[in-house]
């Protein structure tokens, strides 16, 4: 782990800086050679069909005696999605409704044509298969470049196991995990997503959620970096690579108050989730919350340059049955709706109202002016533009429509 | 007549086989100076006014007296389509609502303005006219540049009279003739309904439609073409050009069971309407479909690049007031719902499907990778451009709307 | 006063002549450095917050202590609008919602960060204040470029106190004028509803309106201009800049029928409203209309290069209680309805109609053809070349939507 020297911000992010971050002002469309939640577990039953779109590329998903393939939504012959009208006849293939044109589902060869069975494009020809994991409740797809090798391990698009010695939480990997979420489409760009996810001055726009006035809970006004250490850079070559903010570092002031505008942060209750950290490709991790013991994370997965389908889901250490239950419990009448619904729809509205001024030829990329807690964001546009493994090159917009 | 020598497909649509379909490529916004069909006559009532687009042109049309006149739908003043708010003061005469230019039917001169009677420009200018033919209710209009001449005899935008000697259909303009039907808007620029009507590789598309299964037909998987002259061109001079597949020719090979997949054709009853040909600008016709002794025709008539008018008209022998009212009664209660609305349904969701992947800047012109059937396809491009009378410009768009 | 010398219409709109008027063919953003109404005072109450755009300019208003204030509806750090989430912790700022970025609204400095009370990039920036004048229940903004000066009066934006021996009517500034009144957006470029409100010869186009029918007046067909007389302009260096129409000056010539269609106007009692201009920014004035001793004052304020706002009022003398609950009444019951919403919605469907042909990049501009009576309509277009203060550059588009 290194420290990220990345406190330059507002004007001072001069011509020099915003060099440094070039490539992720051009990944509009995301980042490739990355893996991707495609769907929950819990959305694709044995032999269902589904579609999606990440960076925009179509995706058509099929369960098959429990295993689940995926391979590019677009026949070659006339270009149609082949997950808008399912066909399968065989468990080995996925034939495209139009005129035949049947895939293998692990190599993506032309295998036959239903209408011309003997054609000489059989064999000759296919579509790009994708790599998957299926891991506590998410699919996850490995949206590369055909012939991208060797594939990477899904942990390095994941945060890292954090040890927490005083408030353990569950991995996305961990076998005694269980994940519960939603998954929304918002209508901004992935990196506006990202940056509001991650960023630590926008805690007042949560001020009057439910969930905090509920809790009585003392939501900081702002988190303020004091010190280039407050921002801890993981960029190991065997790990994931993100960034951890640590509230509680010492390296930062919690804004409680605000003297010019008579306001102070309400509530009587220490917040929770004081450490958060965002990873490659777009993977926010929020430790303790929305309660000691749990964490959530995020997706912002690019479905097109204008468009991002947000995971946020949360993880529980559930060994026995009874604490599965437990956890289903309060997921579907106290989190799902108070923390994932309620609060994260001010993220989403943020966002959305950012995208006219960032979108594709707009100003604000270059007109922004960010203050000194937008550090950890311009830190983070570096990171991504040190280690995205690929940069997503403009697609034809807007993307095919993704399945509900 | 000649025969096809176009089986190039596939990978083996070579560079030089596409430039022999350039003009086609370019004709995203239809072939002008052809024959259309704009409205049936049951929608234009005497005296009615309707507006109408074609190939983009916007399009006013009238009945006085009984006889059709078409102008184009714009006033030269300020420019707005006069079929919005139609205003007609005299038989002779289209007024604009604004300010009153008044244009002569005839000639398309303007004759007068409402507001200013004495102006100079009255008389110095006006907006072209459109010939009319009105046969079997149909009202077709030619589509053409001002002062091309001379105009074309509908009958050459129209199929041919066939010869069938066992099961004889009727022809368009036969006096016998009687003509039912339907139309509606398709999200997809024409070329894609025209392939989609002509294709002989489509029929497992049908496979569930109401109207074969109840009819427990043996609808072929597909239909491969097997020697080049399983393509009939119809290039004479003085008729029609256009392209016939007959299906039970010996030439083509009708596939009724596909082994790798484990399947056959259901039904047990001989399909219908084996044999089908495509005119220019776009006409369709299917013998004997969807019963013998009757014939479908269809029209893909451009709006602009993007949608086109969907027309699908059955058409039967009817001399008597008998057989008048039975073909009315067969079509109000079978032909109608379960022929060209469900039936033809399936067409219309593939022509769609399409778009996204064919429309201008799209890839599908070139990445598309056809096979052996689609050979009849690629005929058809070609002979296109070697007929069409003249590619349409690119138009405004979106074209003004058609009227409902 | 001068006379305009600018007849030539038609073909006799010379290419010589359109260079004359070259800068309005570019204002299609509207006119900037000029005053418009944003807000009826009765839409905006005490602390209340909205957000408008003209001329593409996002504003945000909000009223303290009786006083409003306009400042730019987008905040330096990240581009959102303030306005879609108002937040006002003190009398004397503007605070956005996001991470709390607070303006003083005075001088538009940034006084404080909520999250970062000791950013160093506060006192540095801020955002643009607008001038504001609130003036019988319209609140006028000056959208002008940063740091224009002087601020031009309010009155140099609207019409003169024209003298009226007979029937004088109400003036926006006067102070015992009462004006009530509608704002509805229109699909069009603000140029078409100018030149539609000022139009001498669409007077046919009402013809139907209830209220022309209920008073059985005899509106005429059209009025041509017959000499350059006709046509007054308003060029005194200290005055607004404008033009007059007076119908009844012997210039005109009122068409009541046209022979070669046998119609004539119907109706029995003489019209009134005879005399309208049109002054910069936009701003039309029928003098006795709707009735003797009413005014009916229009804007058409660019929101982009597709919409204005179309504002229409009546303004009434009304120095008593009993006088203003009187024209309250005529208001609620007759003139809202009858001739603000129905008699004007005519006009809004004709600019609607011609938009298509005149929208950027369309062929209006170039292929219009124009008669006589369109010399108010050329003499208008140079007027505003000659006078428009600045012309807006093309703004992003869509524009930040307009506040309900």
Redesign the interface.
Known sequence: MSVANSMDV??AVSKVSKRQYEPYLKASWGLLNHWYPALFSSELGENEVKGVTICGVPLILRRVHGKVHVLRD?C??????MS??PMC??DD?I?C????Y?YNMETGRL???????????VG??GIQVFPVEEVNNLIYVFVGEPGYEPIPELRLDLPPKLENPVHPVAHPLDTDTMILGVRRTANANWRLGVENGF???????HRDAAIVLARDTALP????PTDPRAITAYEDEDGPKGMMNEWNSGFYDL?MA??????KAAGNNPTVGLRTSMYLPGVLMVENWPAYGLAQYEWFVPIDDKTHEYWSVIAAKASTEEERKRFQYDFDYLWRDQALIAFNADDV??RE??E???EEG???WD???????DAIIVAWRKLVSRHAREIQKPQ?NPS?KLAE
Chains 1, 2, 3 share one sequence.
């Open positions: 507002g004007s677009q070659v012959h006339r270009g149609v999605r808008i009208r006849l065989t293939t034939t409704w139009y005129h035949g049947t295998e036959t044509i239903i209408a011309a069975p003997d054609d000489e494009i000759t020809t960023d630590p001055g926008h805690q007042m726009l006004l702002g988190i303020n804004v605000n003297e010019r505008l008579n306001i509205f943020a109202a950012m006219n001024f960032y707009g100003p604000g007109d922004e002016q960010l203050c000194g807690m034809r095919p």
